[in-house]
């Protein structure tokens, strides 16, 4: 009896991995925190709308993530700290902000915001566990990210943020 629960439970957890990996979901590492993400339909997504957005963007020379260390050699204790920040500055701050005329680009936003939830959420209950602590570095870089963001008007900073998302997504991806 003990024998076809544990075969059950084996079971179970290979058709979940199985289908995770189907729907192009990767387990990333954020210091202690293990988060699935689908990383795939969330790049699918900007790259849809990537060359419209940045077309929006008037201020070239200004970058709100490249600024000088902003996401450079995050130490590996912090990158669940500084990724959960940097979720939360993306839900609350820039796809919020993130409104045009073209429904297709808003579908879109809307579509990448709903998957950013998604691991918000994840990730959230890996800090509840205390695994997801924040030391002066990580907070010292958000700080500075969201010093760039509140340099410029919101609606501008919306934008720019999100043109940039290529940026996290590829250091989300390194991690």
Known sequence: MKGSHLLLCLLS??????????????IFHFGPCRVPMTMTEIRAGFTAI??????????????ILSHPHSLHKVKSSDRCCITHHLLNFYVD????????????????????????????????????????????????????????????NVTSAAMKSLGELDILLDWMEKS
């Open 13 to 26: 957890i290979s058709c979940s991995v199985g289908w995770m990996l189907a729907a192009g979901s990767r």
């Open 50 to 63: 990537k060359a419209k957005i940045q077309a929006r963007d008037p201020i070239r020379t200004l970058s």
């Open 93 to 152: 701050k820039v796809f919020r902000h993130c409104k045009t005329e073209d429904s297709f680009i808003n579908r879109k936003i809307s579509s990448i915001a709903n998957s950013f939830l998604s691991v918000r959420r994840k990730l959230e209950q890996c800090r509840e566990q205390n695994k997801c602590t924040c030391g002066q570095e990580s907070t010292e870089k958000f700080n500075q990210v969201l010093a760039n963001y509140e340099g410029l």
